[in-house]
């Protein structure tokens, strides 16, 4: 009996009916970069290529080695465009059973296995941590789970999620939901908008936050509130278990160091210590509150309605997935007493955000849309796999 891991040509079907789509993304991103002036591009993957690495991977993460399933990060790049890339003595041939073998060496967090192509097919030429703007990056999450990515037009932080595989479920990143009159800053830079700021900016660190929440896997709700505004004490029990005073500011210094400063790796490492720090305060029962210049007030605390205030009983749900559609529902019916508190925190405090980790990964922002006058949940787990 064939197994598709000897099969030359793609089987897993999801692969090409997602490959001109997510091809017409990374061609649009690429042209719109070098038009921009932009050198340091990677090459264009092609729909043909883009199906043959997902195949590969796909059929690599249902693989064990040991117990273990892969979790392996594949780039499309020749080594020459790498930065101080791990050369293999010999050429890999992209197979499901080569890389299964491969994957427990490579599975740390930031490597990535280059893979390019000859006349004799794909193949893994070694590792490396630096890519260029665009680079289109498969990750192997979990068996069947597939991520398409690319290294954001700035080099540091979270990647930019195009399209997610599960099984047969895909789902397409719908980049027009991030130009929303109300669109949070947050989702914006999720969605790779960032593109004239840095990630050393405060708008990207909250997207550090959001990875570094869901990553501890405990659940959790982070208030971001406008600074030098106290009503916010209003919609939170008194006295508060943990409260921060005076504010903690050392992410806000580090934001606002000069930016030959911020583009020293000491400063990015400093900088996810302290986003790490920060997150993990929110796997204590209750919120984290933070100012929206980034100064830690309290964590722990207990959100309750505010005395001026009436019962949330409706919100806005979207996911920045393509053919999906606007719900207007109660907020429990989206999660449970995290998602009540923090739509009820929104609705009360509308100069407020609150992001919403829940256990099993999900991961929800809720602002206050001026258009439609109500909370707009926006359930965001697709852009931080």
Not at 187 to 203: A, E, I, M, P, R
Not at 212 to 217: F, Q, V, Y
Request: hydrophobic fraction near 40%.
């Amino acid at each position: 009996m064939v197994t598709p891991s000897e099969i030359s040509e793609p089987t897993y079907r999801a692969a090409s009916l997602v490959s001109d789509i997510v091809a017409a993304h990374f061609i649009r991103h690429i042209a719109e970069a070098r038009e921009a002036g932009e050198k340091d591009l990677a090459p264009e993957p092609t729909a043909s290529v883009i199906e043959a690495i997902i195949d590969a991977g796909f059929w690599t993460s249902l693989r064990k080695e040991e117990g273990h399933s892969p979790r392996i990060s594949l780039a499309y790049l020749p080594p020459e465009k790498a930065q101080q890339p791990l050369l293999f003595g010999e050429r890999l041939p992209l197979k499901p059973k080569l890389l299964t073998k491969l994957a427990p060496g490579i599975e740390r967090a930031g490597i990535h296995l280059g893979v390019w192509q000859d006349e004799t097919g794909f193949y893994a030429w070694g590792t490396t941590r630096k890519l260029p703007a665009y680079c289109f990056v498969l990750e192997m999450v979990e068996p069947g789970l597939l991520v398409v990515k690319h290294r954001r037009f700035h080099g540091f932080g979270k990647f930019v999620n195009v399209a997610i595989l599960k099984g047969d479920e895909i789902k397409i990143v719908d980049e027009q939901s991030g130009v929303m009159p109300d669109c949070p800053a947050l989702l914006s830079s999720l969605l790779g908008f960032s593109s004239n700021s840095s990630w050393n900016d405060s708008v990207n660190v909250l997207v550090q936050l959001a990875t570094s929440m869901r990553a501890h896997g405990q659940g959790g709700t982070l208030l971001v509130v406008p600074s030098g505004i106290e009503s916010w004490k209003d919609s939170i029990i008194h006295p508060i278990s943990y409260p921060v005073v005076p504010a903690f500011g050392r992410l806000t210094e580090l934001i606002k160091q000069d930016e030959s400063v911020r583009e020293q790796s000491s400063w990015q490492a400093e900088l996810n210590r302290e986003v790490d720090s920060i997150a993990g305060l929110t796997a204590v029962d209750g919120a984290t509150l933070l100012s929206d210049q980034y100064g830690l007030l309290a964590f722990g605390a207990k959100i309750q309605r505010s005395e001026k205030s009436n019962n949330v009983e409706e919100i806005m749900f979207t996911e920045p997935v393509l053919d999906t559609e606007v719900q207007i529902l109660h907020p429990t019916k989206i999660g449970g007493t995290r998602h009540l508190s923090a739509s009820q925190f929104v609705y009360d405090q509308r100069g407020a955000i609150a992001l919403v980790a829940s256990q099993d990964g999900r991961f929800t922002i809720f602002g206050w849309s001026p258009c439609d006058g109500m909370v707009h949940a926006h359930r965001i787990d697709t852009l931080l796999l």
